[in-house]
């Protein structure tokens, strides 16, 4: 088991910003704060983790641009096209990706833990089809 690692790949918009990571993803998880909807632009984003070893930027753009969103965290972005691509902690070993830019996003599925839920808009309820991406 667990001979052959899948890699996942992804990338923004415009393809200026690529991305594979063939390490284990951890913690799928949706987050509804603030700083997440106000950066992404939805009411709620969907996160996952991948280790730093094993992960590239693979495309023309290298490395997203970042901004400073807290002290110890900055949040990655296409400077072209805007779309909203991951986040780093200082000193961890994970990148945070939004699962919504992978070329296959219904493979992540996001677990039990929603950050924030009260506040994502009240019309709006996140429910999660958690049958999906276990083929
Ligand atoms: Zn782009
Ligand atoms: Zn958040």
């Given amino acids: 088991m667990a001979s052959k690692q899948k890699t996942f790949s992804g990338g923004c918009l415009c393809r200026h910003i690529r991305f594979e990571a063939s390490g284990k993803p951890s913690f799928p998880h949706l987050c509804s704060c603030r700083m997440c909807q106000t950066w992404s632009g939805a009411p709620t984003v969907a996160w996952v983790e991948f280790p730093l070893e094993g992960f590239a930027w693979t495309g023309p753009g290298g490395e997203p641009s970042t901004f400073q969103s807290?002290?110890?965290?900055?949040?990655?972005?296409?400077?072209?096209?805007?779309?909203?691509?991951?986040?780093?902690?200082?000193?961890?070993?994970?990148v945070s990706l939004t699962i919504a830019v992978f070329d296959e996003p219904s493979l992540l599925v996001p677990g039990k833990q929603h950050g924030y839920k009260a506040a994502a808009p009240s019309w709006w309820k996140a429910e999660i089809n958690r049958t999906a991406g276990k083929s």
């Fill in 70 to 94: 807290s002290e110890k965290t900055q949040r990655g972005f296409c400077a072209k096209c805007g779309s909203s691509i991951c986040a780093l902690d200082d000193g961890y070993d994970k």
